[in-house]
């Protein structure tokens, strides 16, 4: 898509600092990092979530998050991860492209974990909800 800045990147039109690329993905640094080593993987195909995206493509973008997390892992050496995704603008997403968050930890960062993102279970009990689903 050609206004979309993660686009651009991918097609070297700005620059980045890639520390992951192959055929179909590409993971640089996030320009404005929460923590040392925030990396962003993206697919190379412009969708805006997974719904916009074929299987295959989301099998080699979780794939290319390993790679990516693995080459962090040798260079930085972390104490753990967050990794994960917004999406939509509830979810906080800004950039309309897809994109994966690698967040290495350390021990003593301070940060929080995913039960820090939100905190508003609502007035449905878990049976209630479970019956959207049918599920037992
Ligand atoms: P989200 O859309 O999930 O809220 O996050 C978008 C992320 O992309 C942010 O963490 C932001 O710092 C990062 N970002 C936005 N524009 C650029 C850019 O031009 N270059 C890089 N490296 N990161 C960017
Ligand atoms: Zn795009």
Excluded at 45 to 53: D, I, R, S, T
Aim: glycine share 8%; net charge negative.
């Amino acid at each position: 898509m050609e206004e979309c800045i993660f686009c651009k990147i991918i097609n070297k039109e700005i620059p980045a600092h890639i520390i992951y690329e192959d055929e179909n993905n590409l993971a640089f640094l996030d320009v404005n990092p929460r923590c040392k080593g925030h990396t962003v993987v993206i697919p190379k195909e412009h969708a805006k979530n997974p719904f916009g995206l074929s299987d295959e493509s989301l099998k080699l973008l979780f794939v290319a998050t390993k790679k990516t997390m693995q080459r962090i892992d040798e260079k930085l050496k972390p104490d753990g991860y967050n990794v994960g995704w917004n999406q939509n603008s509830a979810g906080g997403q800004v950039v309309p492209h897809m994109h994966v968050h690698i967040l290495p930890r350390w021990r003593d960062d301070g940060g929080g974990n995913m039960h820090s993102i939100v905190n508003h279970p609502g007035d449905e009990t878990v049976e209630e909800v479970a019956k959207y689903f049918n599920a037992q």
